[in-house]
């Protein structure tokens, strides 16, 4: 399970092929269902004029938050992993996310 602050963030961690060739489950903190998509960026070469910078983006898959429960079970079952004595089931989905995020590496 891995955790970003931004898109950004996001793309520096994850290589071009990742979204091709793994099984994922992506979320926002609100539970929208997220497709990561691949984009070619034009690079400044003075050698090569044709360059380009393939980077890993993020976008809505759905506007409202239909995955929310299934986020929630997702990170419960992290926290249970880390510490099993977590009593986190009357957590709300906010309070989960950061509870669960401040034992897991955050990349900013």
């Known amino acids: ?9 996001l793309d520096r ?3 071009p092929w990742f979204p091709e060739e793994e099984t ?32 890993v983006s993020a976008r809505l898959a759905e506007s409202e938050p239909l995955h929310k429960e299934e986020l929630a079970e997702l990170l419960l079952r992290r926290r ?11 957590l709300s989905l906010g309070q989960l996310l950061v509870a669960t995020m401040e034992r897991e590496r955050v990349f900013e």
Do not use: C
Request: hydrophobic share 40%; no cysteine.
């Open 1 to 9: 399970m891995h955790f970003f602050r931004s898109v950004a963030a």
């Open 13 to 15: 961690f994850l290589e």
């Open 24 to 55: 994922y489950r992506a979320y926002d903190s609100r539970g929208r269902r997220l497709v990561l998509t691949l984009e070619d960026e034009p690079v400044r070469r003075r050698w090569r004029r044709d360059a380009t910078y393939t980077r």
């Open 80 to 90: 249970r992993e880390v510490d099993p004595t977590a009593a986190a089931a009357s």
